[in-house]
C-alpha cells in the first residue's frame, strides 16, 4: 500500500512544459487575438521597464552636467509623452484580451467534456480515467485555472527575459563576478521552489482521491433523492460523521501542503537575503570609493534591482508555467486516453433491411474492476434472430451485466461477444449500437420537450412520435396536457413551464422513444420496474406486438412476463442455472418454478 501510495506521489507528466506551450499556441491559433496581443503587450512592457529605467538617470546626468531648464523639460516631456503612449497600449491589451482567452479555455474544456461524453463505457468505471478527469476539470474550471492563467505566466516570464538580457548587457560594465553571484543564488532559489512545487502535483491524486469523497458526501447530504431516507431512517448523524472524517483527512493533508509551502519560503527568503546582500555590498563600496557618478549610481542600482527582479520574475514564472504545465498534461492525458473500443474505422455493419442479427456470447468471463469475483464465467449464450428472450435471477445475479455484454457497454475480460460471428470488437462501436432500441433502469430524460425526447431530434416526425406514444399507453395522457408533444421535461432547465412524469409515466416515455428508433434489436431492463401491476400487465400484453420482427431481449423481475418469450434463461453464480420455455421450466419444478411460486403469492392476479 505504501509503495503504491509512494509510486502514485512520484509520478511524472506525460508531457513537458515546451509540449505543453505548443499545445496552448495551437489552440489559440484558433482565436490569434491571444498571440498578438500577448506579443504587444510584452513589447509595450519591455519598453516601459527600459524608458523607467533611463528616465531618472538621464535627468539626474543633465543636471550634473548642468544642462538648461529647456534642456531639462524636453527630456522630462519626452520620457513622459512616451510613458503615457507605452502604457496606454499596455493598457488597451490588458482589458480586452481576457474574451479571447477565455475563448481558448472554453475550446479546452469542450475537449475535455467530448472526451467524457463520447469516450468508451468501460472507461466510466476506470477510476484512474475518472480522477484524471476531474485533474483536467481543474485546469480549465476558471479564470484562474491554468489554461487561461498560462497567457499571463508567459506574458510576464517573456517581458522578464527580456528586460533580464537588457539589464544583463548593462550590469556587465559593473563586474562579470556580481552577475554570476546573482545567476548561482537565484538558480538554487529556483531548484529549491522546484523540488517543493513537484510536492503539490505528486500529491494531486491524493488531494482527487480527498476531494471526490468530501464531495460526494456533500452532495448526498443535499441530494433530494436521498431526502426521505437520510430523514426516515436519520442518517444525518451517519452522514455527518463521516463528512467529519473526511473533513480531518483534508484538513491533515491542507496541514502537510501548508508545511511544504512555508519550509519553500523561509529557504526562498534566506537565498534572497543572501542574493540582495552582496549586490548592495559591492555596488555601496564602489560608489563610495568615487568609482561611480551619482547618475551611474542611481542607474546601476535601479538595474541591480531590476535585474534581481526580473531574475526573480524569470524563475518564478518557470516554476508557475512548470506548474501550470504539468496541470495541462493532466488534460492531454486525459483527452489522448487510448480508447479501449473501436470508436473510429471497423468492420462495416450492414443495418439494411432484410439483415437478421444472431447473437453469441462464447465462453465469456467478465469481472468489474476491484470486484473479487467475476460476474460471467466461461459464459455462453446464443441468442438466434428475431427470438424474444427474458433474462431473469436474483438479484446481483448478473443480468444488467449481461446486456451491457451484449449492448458492447462492457468487453469480456476473456472470451467473445459475437454478432452473426464476428467478435464485436472489430466493428465500430458506435455503429453497433445502432443496432439496438433499448429501455434502461436509469431515465435519460432531457431537457426539451416530450416529442424531442421520444425522436431524440429537434425536428420529430409528429405522426410517428404520436403511434409511439400510443403504442407505449402515453398518449392519452401526453394529450391532456396543454401542450401536449411540445411540453417541456426537465424542472432544473425549465422550472416554471416543465412538467414532472411520474416514474411510470416515464418508463412508458422511454417505451416510445425506443419504438421510434425502430432498431432491430429491443433490449428491456426492468421495463416495468416502475409500474404498477395494472400497467405492468398491460405492457406486457403490447410486447408481443411490439416485438414482432424483432429480437427482443428482456430482463424482468416478473416471472409471469416471461410467457410469451420464446426462451427463458434463470441466471445464478456467473451461469444459466436453467433454461427453456415458461412452460417447460415449469414443468421441471425446479428453481424458476419455485421462484414463480413465490411470487405468485404476491400476485394473484398471475396465479393461473
Ligand atoms: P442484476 O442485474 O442481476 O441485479 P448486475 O448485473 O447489476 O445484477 O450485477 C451483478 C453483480 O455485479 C452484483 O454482485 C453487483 O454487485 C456487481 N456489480 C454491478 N455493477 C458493478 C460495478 N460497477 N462495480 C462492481 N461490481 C458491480
Request: net charge neutral.
Amino acid at each position: 500500500m505504501i509503495d503504491i501510495q509512494k509510486r502514485e506521489n512520484d509520478r511524472r507528466p506525460v508531457y513537458g512544459v515546451f509540449s505543453n506551450i505548443l499545445y496552448m499556441v495551437r489552440h489559440a491559433l484558433e482565436v490569434p487575438q491571444v498571440l498578438w496581443m500577448l506579443a504587444v503587450q510584452v513589447a509595450a512592457d519591455v519598453m516601459i521597464s527600459v524608458t523607467t529605467l533611463y528616465m531618472a538617470p538621464a535627468f539626474l546626468g543633465r543636471i550634473e552636467s548642468h544642462a538648461s531648464l529647456r534642456e531639462l523639460v524636453a527630456v522630462i516631456a519626452g520620457f513622459s509623452l512616451a510613458l503615457v503612449f507605452l502604457n496606454a497600449v499596455s493598457a488597451y491589451c490588458r482589458i480586452n484580451r481576457d474574451t479571447a482567452r477565455i475563448e481558448v479555455r472554453c475550446n479546452i474544456l469542450r475537449e475535455i467534456d467530448r472526451k467524457k461524453g463520447t469516450c468508451s463505457y468501460s472507461l466510466l468505471y476506470d477510476q484512474a480515467f475518472q480522477d484524471k478527469g476531474l485533474s483536467a476539470k481543474y485546469a480549465v474550471n476558471n479564470n484562474a485555472a491554468p489554461a487561461e492563467k498560462i497567457w499571463q505566466t508567459l506574458h510576464q516570464l517573456l517581458k522578464n527575459i527580456i528586460c533580464f538580457g537588457i539589464y544583463l548587457s548593462l550590469m556587465a560594465n559593473v563586474k562579470p563576478m556580481l552577475i554570476a553571484v546573482t545567476i548561482g543564488i537565484t538558480a538554487a532559489d529556483f531548484m529549491v521552489a522546484r523540488r517543493f512545487d513537484r510536492w503539490d502535483y505528486g500529491h494531486q491524486e491524493e488531494s482527487v482521491r480527498i476531494m471526490r469523497r468530501d464531495r460526494y458526501f456533500y452532495n448526498s447530504a443535499k441530494d433530494p433523492r436521498l431526502a426521505k431516507d437520510i430523514r426516515i431512517f436519520g442518517m444525518q448523524e451517519w452522514l455527518w460523521d463521516i463528512k467529519e472524517d473526511v473533513g480531518r483527512l483534508r484538513r491533515n493533508f491542507l496541514r502537510r501542503g501548508g508545511r511544504n509551502t512555508l519550509l519553500k519560503n523561509g529557504l526562498e527568503t534566506l537565498l534572497d537575503l543572501l542574493r540582495n546582500g552582496i549586490i548592495y555590498a559591492y555596488l555601496l563600496t564602489v560608489t563610495l570609493q568615487g568609482g561611480l557618478s551619482a547618475a551611474q549610481f542611481l542607474l546601476y542600482f535601479t538595474a541591480a534591482t531590476g535585474f534581481t527582479g526580473q531574475l526573480i520574475g524569470i524563475l518564478s514564472g518557470m516554476t508557475e508555467l512548470n506548474r501550470q504545465s504539468m496541470e495541462l498534461s493532466n488534460v492531454r492525458e486525459f483527452c489522448e486516453t487510448e480508447e479501449p473500443f473501436l470508436l473510429e474505422g471497423g468492420r462495416e455493419l450492414s443495418l439494411g433491411k432484410g439483415k437478421t442479427c444472431e447473437f453469441e456470447l462464447r465462453d465469456v468471463t467478465f469481472r468489474y474492476p476491484n470486484a473479487e469475483q467475476p460476474v460471467l464465467e466461461h459464459f455462453s449464450l446464443r441468442v438466434s434472430a428475431g427470438e424474444k428472450l427474458a433474462v431473469v435471477g436474483l438479484n446481483g445475479a448478473g443480468k444488467t451485466t449481461l446486456i451491457k455484454l451484449l449492448c458492447g457497454f462492457l468487453d469480456p475480460d476473456s472470451g467473445q461477444v459475437l454478432l452473426n460471428g464476428v467478435d464485436i470488437r472489430e466493428y465500430n462501436r458506435q455503429d453497433y449500437y445502432k443496432l439496438f432500441g433499448a429501455v434502461f433502469q436509469e431515465f435519460s430524460i432531457l431537457a426539451a420537450t416530450i416529442a424531442e425526447n421520444v425522436a431524440q431530434s429537434d425536428t420529430p416526425d409528429m405522426e410517428r412520435v404520436k403511434s409511439c406514444a400510443e403504442q407505449a399507453g402515453i398518449r392519452e395522457r401526453i394529450e391532456r396536457f396543454p401542450g401536449q408533444y411540445e411540453t417541456k421535461l426537465g424542472k432544473s432547465l425549465y422550472p416554471e413551464e416543465a412538467v414532472e412524469l411520474s416514474g411510470g409515466e416515464t418508463q412508458r416515455l422511454m417505451l416510445a422513444r425506443m419504438l421510434y428508433k425502430d432498431a432491430p434489436v429491443m433490449v428491456l431492463d426492468e421495463p416495468t420496474a416502475a409500474l404498477d401491476a395494472l400497467a405492468e400487465r398491460d405492457i406486457y400484453e403490447r410486447y408481443n406486438g411490439l416485438a414482432r420482427g424483432k429480437t427482443a431481449i428482456y430482463i424482468s423481475h416478473r416471472l409471469a412476463s416471461t410467457r410469451f418469450c420464446d426462451r427463458v434463461i434463470l441466471l445464478g453464480e456467473g451461469r444459466i442455472l436453467e433454461e427453456g420455455t415458461h412452460g417447460e421450466l415449469m414443468e421441471r419444478g425446479g428453481k424458476y418454478a419455485e421462484l414463480f411460486e413465490i411470487q405468485s403469492k404476491y400476485y394473484a392476479d398471475t396465479k393461473q
